[in-house]
């Protein structure tokens, strides 16, 4: 039971570009999302959040857009570094809750 | 700090085998996870810990145990393996277990069950 979905397992941007990442989600419980970065070889770490109340955060290059009806998020990246080549992986919670269910993840890679 | 650590990186088992997975934190974190990954799957939660003694099953418990014997250390125990188990198991530590609090993770243990 994928509550969280990333249906696209790669994307290739080239340097410079927007990267946009998307995910959906269908459990209307979830309040709290949140995007994972993983390098290989390495855990996950944490790169941004948004919280139901809001539909937009932004962090420096990064940031992440919240669409609550269509229950969908995504992260756009701008501009695009190599060094964001990386699996990105989009999480959801309850806000008190941790259990978090995470999406198979994206294979973004950024070309010089 | 080092953070999250996990041992060992990589482990072939036979399949019956049993091992336990390391994992340790110096964060003085009270919740700890543990997470599997399987190929082209999300990560999912196996067992957490919201302090010493203190366990509970998450998403995908079956087949493994843990224990929480001091704050720094949460072990999980694979008592007889099996080919399904075969994934890469991620350790995390968060300070409470808030999602808004951000979980540090483990750099993961690659597990072949033959």
């Known amino acids: 039971d994928q509550q969280v979905k990333q249906n696209s397992p790669s994307l290739s941007v080239q340097e410079g570009r927007i990267s946009i990442l998307n995910c959906d989600y269908t459990n209307s419980m979830f309040d709290y999302f949140l995007w994972y970065k993983k390098y290989p070889a390495e855990g996950p770490t944490f790169l941004i959040s948004i919280s139901s109340i809001k539909d937009k955060n932004e962090d420096g290059r990064f940031t992440v857009f919240l669409n609550k009806s269509a229950k969908h998020l995504s992260l756009h990246i701008v501009p695009s570094q190599p060094g964001d080549s990386a699996v990105y992986f989009c999480a959801a919670s309850a806000y008190n809750n941790n259990d978090m269910r995470f999406g198979a993840g994206t294979r973004l890679t950024v070309k010089p | 700090n080092a953070g999250v650590t996990q041992t060992p990186k990589f482990r072939i088992l036979k399949i019956g085998q049993s091992m336990t997975l390391q994992c340790a934190q110096d964060m003085n974190h009270n919740y700890m996870y543990w997470y599997r990954q399987d190929p082209g799957m999300g990560l999912k939660l196996i067992y957490y810990s919201v302090g010493a003694g203190i366990t509970d099953k998450g998403e995908v418990p079956n087949g493994y145990n843990v224990s929480r014997s001091t704050t720094e250390d949460f072990p999980l125990r694979l008592e007889l393996a099996a080919p399904s188990q075969t994934s890469v198991y991620f350790c995390?530590?968060?300070?409470?277990?808030?999602?808004?609090?951000?979980?540090?993770f483990g750099p993961g243990t690659r597990l072949t069950v033959l």
């Open positions: 995390a530590s968060s300070y409470s277990g808030r999602a808004t609090d951000t979980q540090y």
